[in-house]
Nanobody
Framework: QVQLVESGGGLVQAGDSLRLSCAAS????????MGWFRQAPGKEREFVGVMNWLVHSTDYTNSVKGRFTISRDNAKNTVYLQMNNLKPEDTAVYYC????????????????WGQGTQVTVSS
């Protein structure tokens, strides 16, 4: 089992930045990909970005490319989502997820999920 604990959400204004953290514990050796997803009110959960744990490559959905960056701290088993130039449409609950697939955008490929953290961007 893998446990994921997220932190870093909050209320910000448009144009501000936030950094979300996702700390992994347990059988982290079974992780090959760490993804970020978000769910806005009344909408389905959507892919935001993913890091391939083995080759450290990243992939992002088009709407966040150039604004969001995923990074990791191996020593802390923590992955980060740096979000810059936030927009009101980025408002959502953000989830990190871990799984055995390296770079998938499909949420059903992920076995472990964090509890979610709220990000609210005011205009």
């Amino acid at each position: 089992q893998v446990q994921l604990v997220e932190s870093g959400g909050g209320l910000v204004q448009a144009g501000d930045s936030l950094r979300l953290s996702c700390a992994a514990s347990g059988r982290t050796s079974s992780i090959y990909g760490m993804g970020w997803f978000r769910q806005a009110p009344g909408k389905e959960r959507e892919f935001v970005g993913v890091m391939n744990w083995l080759v450290h490559s990243t992939d992002y959905t088009n709407s966040v490319k150039g604004r969001f960056t995923i990074s990791r701290d191996n020593a802390k088993n923590t992955v980060y989502l740096q979000m810059n130039n936030l927009k009101p449409e980025d408002t959502a609950v953000y989830y990190c997820a871990a799984g055995r697939y390296g770079g998938t955008r499909w949420q059903y490929d992920y076995s472990f999920w964090g509890q979610g953290t709220q990000v609210t961007v005011s205009s």
